[in-house]
């Protein structure tokens, strides 16, 4: 049983600013990632380890290839999915822990990380609470929790980004790079909340630079170079 | 989100004259789905957007809307009434321009009941109770009911301006360019306001702006604009963070960072 496949993706960015030139970045992707499992892309910096993280989640485009995401106990592809489908994949399906925070305007901390769960129906101040558990594990201190996070440190918004990232209970969550900005103290909480999902049985696909931290959730690294385009003659 | 759209709209087509406005729209809005139309000026967003809220006659092409009684309905074969019942009721309509929505010369609680009495409501205590809810929800002060939205800020403005759009509880919303004359952190403030209403509310909304940002944050879907033909359209970060066609990456390439 799987919960994310990934089947065959290629993708090439075209420049048109730059007089048109091709950029491959990756061809031939092909992984499955099953439940309670963590799967880490491996690789150099600019492999294209990003690029497939985002393919997978829908912020890119594909040339070719499926993501086929178990869902009301059907595989549906997002890559080839309508822009509502893909929505409601999201919803209930695959969540993302990006690098940074997009921060709004205006919203405290607390209701940037209890948004997802109020937006799935949850009552206002049961998801509050539940979010400001989360900042307490990730030892957020209780006076910035009222604070809009535009002001907040790199490892701040971080945390907050985390928190709002594993409020819900996808069943597949993508990771990138969550622990870049932490201390070491932080970077153990997160580990702990990985071991949790896993446990949880939620499927999980990431990005992690810091070796330790790799090494400690990681079940299977996915060497990304593997999926190098063939450079034309 | 429901599984039936509220809108479809097809081919729809607009020549001022030999002119053209906007050429072969096509797409479909489902309940609580909002849709950001970029573009430059003179890219035909404008024109689409009046075109699309029956404010203009399309050259060809159909816009069917799902009606409260689950008909649908062509909204250029609406009688005039029915036209106006909509656009009353059903539908609001944000310009970017508040004086171009509010009547400046009445009260700013006028402002809001208006649009209730147009649907019949005549108990003054009601609307003015009503009205009273809807300042306070887009966050004008209780005392400032009885003064007129010409001692508003522009913020306030158009603020006062949204309320007055749903207080009778429209399904489908436009808005042109809602954040354009504002200070930057008045814009801030009222997308903000806009973001929380649309998905308490429910809302549907097409919303015309130039700034990528504010398509960003409202948006679940957008079209791009260019000559009056839609180039680019899908998922709002996906057009965003992985554009194709040559003039989508020029836009967004072209935004400043701060």
Known sequence: MTALSVRNLAKTFTMHLRGGISLPVVDNVTFDVAPGECVVLGGPSGAGKSSILKMVYGNYGVDRGAVLIAHDGALVDLASADPRTVLTLRRDAIGYVSQFLRTVPRVSAIDVVAEPLVVRGVDKAEARGRAGELLARLNLPERLWELPPATFSGGEQQRVNIARGFITHHPVLLLDEPTASLDAANRAVVVGMIAQKKREGVAMLGIFHDEEVRAEVADRIVDVTDFAPKVAA | ?258
């Open chain 2, 1 to 258: 989100m429901s599984d039936e759209p509220l809108l479809k709209v097809s081919n729809l087509t607009k020549y001022y004259g030999s002119r053209l406005g906007c050429a072969d729209v096509n797409f479909e809005l489902y309940p609580g789905e909002v849709l950001a139309i970029v573009g430059e000026s003179g890219s035909g967003k404008t024109t689409l957007l009046n075109t699309l809220s029956a404010n203009l006659e399309p050259t060809s092409g159909e816009a069917l809307y799902r009606m409260r009684d689950e008909s649908w309905r062509n909204i250029y074969e609406l009688s005039e009434a029915e036209r106006r019942f909509l656009t009353r009721t059903d539908w609001g309509f944000v310009h970017q321009n508040p004086a171009d929505g509010l009547r400046m010369t009445v009260s700013a609680g006028a402002n809001v009941g208006e649009r209730l009495m147009a649907v019949g409501d005549r108990h003054y205590g009601r609307i003015r109770d009503t009205a009273l809810d809807w300042l306070g929800r887009v966050e004008i002060a209780a005392d400032r009911i009885d003064d007129q939205p010409r001692s508003f800020s522009g913020g306030m403005r158009q603020r006062l301006q949204i309320a007055r759009n749903l207080v009778t509880g429209p399904r489908l919303v436009f808005m042109d360019e809602p954040t354009g004359g504002l200070d930057v952190s008045v814009q801030a403030r009222l997308l903000d306001l806009l973001r929380q209403l649309v998905g308490e509310l429910g809302l549907s909304a097409i919303v015309v702006t130039h700034d990528l940002a504010v398509a960003r944050l409202l948006s679940h879907r957008m079209m791009v604009m260019k000559g009056g033909h839609v180039i680019e359209a899908g998922l709002t970060d996906r057009v965003l963070d992985d554009p194709r066609e040559p003039y989508t990456q020029l836009l967004v390439s072209s935004i400043l960072q701060v």
